[in-house]
Nanobody
Framework: QVHLVESGGGVVQPGGSLRLSCVASGGTFRSYAMGWFRQAPGTERELVAAISRSGDTRYADSVKGRFTISRDNAKNTVYLQMNSLKPEDTAVYYC????????????????????WGQGTQVTVSS
């Protein structure tokens, strides 16, 4: 059983930055592809960024060039660096993990992730 704990959320002004962290326990971290998702009130949960076991990445069009996903296998941690934040980035952010056989597989489908964290609130407001 994989346990994921997010941190780093908060309130930031437009144009500001935040770095989210997600620490995993209970499994072999390097065996899992990871993803960051977000959900605003009244909307469906959507992919923000995903990273394979080998470090290949995918981003939602809305965050390309502003957000960066990375992982540190030695620390069992995945990060989401968020720059140039906009009010429309306001949401609860979740990290998720799924076991993959191919080290280069980037998983982008929400239903394909088996483990989820509890979420961390990000609010972008002046």
């Amino acid at each position: 059983q994989v346990h994921l704990v997010e941190s780093g959320g908060g309130v930031v002004q437009p144009g500001g930055s935040l770095r989210l962290s997600c620490v995993a326990s209970g499994g072999t971290f390097r065996s899992y592809a990871m993803g960051w998702f977000r959900q605003a009130p009244g909307t469906e949960r959507e992919l923000v960024a995903a990273i394979s076991r080998s470090g290949d990445t995918r981003y939602a069009d809305s965050v390309k060039g502003r957000f960066t996903i990375s992982r540190d296998n030695a620390k069992n941690t995945v990060y989401l660096q968020m720059n140039s934040l906009k009010p429309e980035d306001t949401a609860v952010y979740y990290c998720a993990s799924t076991r993959t056989l191919d080290v280069r597989t980037v998983v982008t489908g929400t239903p394909l992730y088996g483990y989820w964290g509890q979420g961390t609130q990000v609010t972008v407001s002046s």
